[in-house]
């Protein structure tokens, strides 16, 4: 029997570093620290094996086609086949960022969103047979911060399919570039990139169950990394823990899993209120 390989993609800092550590640490099986940029994630790799972690590594750049059909080529030819992924790649725009809404807006969406869907379908045909898959989704996930009550029903159609999902997804942008995006969208893209992904992690789980590989999608909580400037009130080692718990044991697939542990319902009431105790 081949060796168990999984992939963790954006893992050369923060948070999808901290989640390599803990799979090499629990996960019988070769693990692949990813990263865009091939000098810091064998940098990474190097600050691993210091302490006698050792993860394996290849370069991937989730925007970049080229970069996925060669990662896709070496997988199949070393190993055939994935049976852990989890998609952590992902940028944010803080406040105080001087871009335009518009750039910010295609910037996230196509990061977020689009690369991972469209990485994830290329691998597609290497998952396993009763794998998993985990996007890193977040709060902003979560369906309530749409404002709009039927932008929040189109997302949660059943019949809802991913080029409808992708059709959605531009639909925001056109918004933005028409200046009428925060009333039925909201204020953040981030957020609406989020909510694609947990969307897409549905649908995808729904695709698969005939295989019974399992999607699931977790709020690890707000990490401190250098995308939020250090700022945020868990590290990512312990954002990394309910990670890969959830990675290693999922109770069943289409699970949106809050930094607790708690199943949150997607369409319900938002959890930072009754879980963070926070005041929306």
């Known amino acids: 029997m081949s060796e168990k390989v999984a992939i963790v993609t954006g893992a050369n800092k923060g948070l999808g570093l901290a989640i390599v550590k803990k799979l090499c640490e629990n996960y019988e099986g070769t693990v692949y620290l990813t990263s865009r940029d091939e000098k810091r994630g064998y940098e990474a790799c190097e600050q691993l094996r210091e302490l006698d972690i050792k993860p394996q590594y290849h370069?991937?750049?989730?925007?970049?086609?080229?970069?996925?059909?060669?990662?896709?080529?070496?997988i199949r030819s070393h190993h055939?086949?994935?049976d852990l992924l989890i998609n952590n790649a992902g940028i944010l725009f803080l406040k105080d960022c001087q871009e335009s809404k518009l750039y910010q807006a295609e910037q996230t969406l196509y990061v977020n969103f689009f690369a991972l869907v469209n990485f994830t379908e290329a691998v597609l045909p290497l998952m396993s047979d009763h794998s998993t898959i985990l996007n890193i989704s977040s709060s902003s996930g979560h369906l309530s911060r749409l404002p709009s009550v039927e932008l929040r029903q189109r997302f949660q159609d059943p019949k809802l399919n991913l080029e409808g999902l992708k059709f959605l997804m531009?639909?925001?942008?056109?918004?933005?570039k028409l200046?009428?995006?925060?009333?039925?969208?909201?204020?953040?893209?981030?957020?609406?990139?989020?909510?694609?992904?947990?969307?897409?992690?549905?649908?995808?789980?729904?695709?698969?169950?005939?295989r019974d590989v399992k999607v699931n999608c977790v709020h690890p909580g707000y990490v401190m990394?250098?995308?939020?400037?250090?700022?945020?009130?868990?590290?990512?080692?312990?954002?990394?823990?309910?990670?890969?718990?959830?990675?290693?044991?999922?109770d069943g697939g289409g699970l949106y899993v809050w930094h607790n542990g708690a199943k949150v319902q997607w369409d319900g009431?938002?959890?930072?209120?009754?879980?963070?105790?926070k005041t929306l």
């Not at 009431?269 to 105790?277: A, F, L, Q, V």
């Open 59 to 74: 370069q991937l750049d989730i925007t970049d086609s080229d970069s996925i059909e060669k990662f896709c080529f070496f």
């Open 80 to 82: 055939k086949n994935i």
């Open 170 to 176: 531009r639909e925001y942008i056109d918004a933005v």
């Open 179 to 210: 200046n009428n995006d925060v009333d039925s969208w909201g204020s953040s893209p981030y957020v609406v990139s989020k909510i694609g992904v947990n969307a897409y992690t549905f649908m995808l789980n729904r695709r698969l169950e005939s």
């Open 225 to 250: 990394s250098d995308m939020t400037r250090g700022a945020g009130s868990v590290t990512p080692d312990q954002a990394a823990q309910i990670c890969v718990d959830l990675a290693l044991n999922p």
């Open 269 to 277: 009431k938002d959890p930072r209120s009754y879980i963070d105790g």
